[in-house]
């Protein structure tokens, strides 16, 4: 390459001019380096980790207390929906069985007691 081919000029470093400086580096990025936590901090963060576990097991405990809960209700139910069909199949019969009005007085007395009796254990 010939020296007439070459830029003329005087070295600028306000990148004015036929020659320059070449562009600085750019600036290293603060975030691109990894930072470390702190021993306060790994150990802020432990607790916080710990407390997490702790009320999740917490947590867990009262979700097994409730569904046992819920399948002895479910259960309770279940008795007294079976109890009261009985008490329907077994009125049902008497009614059948009746051969005079005494009878009949005597199967809605005996309604209403086991109706009182399935009231009591609702509540």
Do not use: C, H, I, N
Request: charged share 35%; no cysteine; aromatic share 6%.
């Amino acid at each position: 390459m010939w020296s007439s081919s070459l830029p003329t000029g005087t070295v600028s470093t306000d990148r004015s001019g036929d020659r320059t400086y070449p562009l600085d580096p750019p600036p290293t990025d603060e975030a691109a380096t990894p930072t470390y936590p702190t021993r306060t901090e790994l150990e802020a963060a432990a607790r916080d980790r710990d407390r997490a576990v702790s009320e999740a097991k917490q947590l867990r405990t009262q979700v097994s207390m409730l569904r046992t809960e819920l399948d002895r209700e479910r259960s309770e139910r279940e008795q007294v929906v079976e109890r009261y069909e009985y008490l329907l199949a077994d009125l049902q019969r008497l009614e059948t069985e009746r051969t005079d009005a005494g009878t009949f007085e005597r199967v809605g007395a005996r309604l209403d007691a086991m109706v009182e009796t399935m009231v009591g254990y609702l509540r």
